[in-house]
């Protein structure tokens, strides 16, 4: 992978990744359009630029992270599924992240989801507390993200709204939860890249790279967090759904006329 290519890598992360349309199936495009070879160097580095992409949400909310300690009780409730299910699972996860076919189906359907969340879901009550019961079913939610193609932003959002959430409110706690989740999906990448063969020379070989992708990533996501609330809270998720649609079904057309995408 050349800097240039990981610098569009990590653009592509930093502009989707608090998106409802997808930050995983959006680089696994990325990567295939760009016939970047899938290296365990690669894979590691598309889950560790999250870390630029955790960075923003903290400097752009650093305010609500010094709260009483039930604010991360409330974000320890929320992992927690995705956690443990994401242990279990990682190498089936794995698998399905390099499946092109499974990435524009899950865009196509999330986009039809997309279409009526607003009509269906955007009911938000007068008290928009967050407590364990609201976190629990956000997290649960959560977990269907580990299908790529779905969206973690899109699952806990949606989440949040089926609770009652506003849509501004649902979508900070979104962004809230992907420190814990995106931290440690990272971390957890990182640590068996380091422990297998040769693993911890491939990262000193590479640590520049991997550096100016988490830049990247932090600065651009810093712009897509603030477009994301303002465009949410006053237009919804429609156009998000027929983006997430048109690119679904382009792609599934190439693979139709069997354009090879599946270069992962």
Known sequence: MSILEAIIIAIVEGLTEFLPVSSTGHMIIAQSMLGIE???FVKAFTVNIQFGAILSVIVLYWKRFFQTLDFYWK?????????????LASDYIDALLENVFVVALMLVLGGFLMLFVDKWFNKPEENQEMNWKRALKIGFFQCIAMIPGVSRSMATIVGGMTTKLS???????????????MAAASGYKLVKLVTEPAGLN??????????IGNVAAFI???????FFIDFLTKYGFKAFGYYRI????????????GVDLNVL
């Open 202 to 211: 491939l990262l000193s070989e590479n640590l520049t790279t991997l550096l």
């Open 167 to 181: 849509r501004k409110n649902a979508a900070e706690f979104s962004f809230f939860l992907a420190v814990p989740t």
């Open 75 to 87: 974000l320890l409730i929320a992992f927690l599924p995705a956690g443990v299910i994401g242990f």
């Open 246 to 257: 048109v690119v679904g079904v382009l792609i599934l057309i190439l693979l139709t006329m």
């Open 220 to 226: 651009v996501a810093m712009a897509a967090i603030k």
């Open 38 to 40: 899938s290296t365990e």
